[in-house]
């Protein structure tokens, strides 16, 4: 085979050939300035932010302005005391904030569970009897006969409970 040269200089000038040496010669670094590129730069932030604009608008739109319309923000409600929050206010003032202090309930295991879990650091032991302050979920039927009897008094009878002390006492030993 013979080797042959080709002229490429004769080819027919395309669309592409401006767009490939304009790429080139940015690669390169040539330090001539391309007005078009700096066209194409500020087209494509233009369209951007044209972008962003307006969908942040539409967003603003349906998400702030529409649910808002002849609605009322109640800050309030929205730090309102639950039953919860009462039932403790009612209860710190007659119990110790550590400790160990006896319980007795006759309630499910998720209720009583809860309520030593409202109550913590304080600790509610089931062995009742060997504790001095006795916290008492009514109804019970088992050792109620002992609290009734003049050993014990009744500190706090927590009928204004709302929510886990619904009727809740409070008993405490004599010496």
């Known amino acids: 085979m013979s080797e042959e040269t080709v002229n490429t200089s004769d080819a027919p000038a395309g669309k592409s050939e401006f767009l490939s040496r304009f790429v080139v010669q940015a690669l390169e670094g040539s330090t001539t300035p391309y007005i078009a590129w700096d066209l194409a730069r500020a087209a494509l932030l233009v369209g951007f932010v044209y972008f962003a604009a307006t969908t942040s608008l539409a ?39 550590k400790g160990k202090i006896g319980y ?11 309520t030593r879990l409202w109550l913590a650091p304080l600790l509610l032991d089931y062995d009742w009897g060997k504790y001095d302050l006795v916290l008492v979920d009514y109804p019970v039927h088992k050792g109620l006969e002992i609290l009734e009897t003049p050993k014990y008094q009744m500190l706090a009878n927590l009928n204004d409970g709302k929510s886990f002390a619904k009727g809740a006492r409070i008993y405490k030993r004599l010496p």
């Open 59 to 97: 967003w603003l739109d349906i998400n702030i302005r529409r649910p808002l319309k002849n609605e009322r923000i109640d800050l309030l409600g929205a730090i309102d005391i639950t039953p919860v929050e009462k039932d403790l206010a009612l209860l710190r003032p007659w119990l110790p904030a």
């Open 104 to 114: 007795l309930s006759e309630k499910p295991e998720l209720q009583r569970y809860k």
